[in-house]
């Protein structure tokens, strides 16, 4: 791909404010401890393009067994990602669930997407494979490449199983509540507080729901 062409497409600072990427994170219930960790993904595709039609509106999620949750938007540019967005923005959820565990305990990611897992297990035999496409960030470190780095040096901490979306598993659902309101953070422009809100009522509710 034009390098050109990619830089031109993929300017965040053209974009309104609350376009742009940004994150809540928390912990809701007690605490998980460093024993192994369960972990579930989710991504979130909006229909809405961002300006000019240069990519999609994304949003990201996860819930762990242990507590901790996350969501978070992404303006994400066709030139960088590549033909597989759903992919590149389920790992993008992966990334921010074990960025901070992985390291340090066994964790096991439960994903809706069998090629995003499928890529997860490459990385964990040391393969190179990205997304179709995917060039990620033209000014640092993309986010993908940092979690198959994660992944290369932590092998057999990293577990990754697969789960039918919308099947009925409680926290696959929270995952997948939190993704679409990292998306709609972006395409509806609500503020921090109230995503904040939101994230951790959702979190709170699924984990409850999960406990019995």
Known sequence: MNQELARSG????????????????????RAAGGGPLTVYTDGSVSRRQIVSRRGWLTGWGFLST????????????????????????????????VRGELAGRAVTVVTDSRNAAAILDEWKAGRHRMPAGY?????????????????VAN?????????????????NEGADTLAQLGMRWARDNLTQEDVSRRAESVADGFLRQWRG
């Open 10 to 29: 993929s300017d965040a600072r053209r974009l309104p404010r609350h376009h742009r990427s940004a994150s809540v994170t928390g912990h809701v219930g």
């Open 66 to 97: 242990g507590g901790s949750y996350g969501c978070g938007r992404y303006p994400q540019f066709a030139a960088n990602a590549g033909s597989e967005v759903t992919t590149v923005t389920e790992l993008r959820a992966v990334w921010h669930a």
């Open 135 to 151: 060039i990620g960030s033209n000014r640092s470190v993309s986010t993908l490449e940092k979690l198959r780095n994660l992944v």
């Open 155 to 171: 092998p057999s901490r990293l577990t990754v199983e697969t789960v039918r979306g919308h099947s009925g598993d409680v926290l």
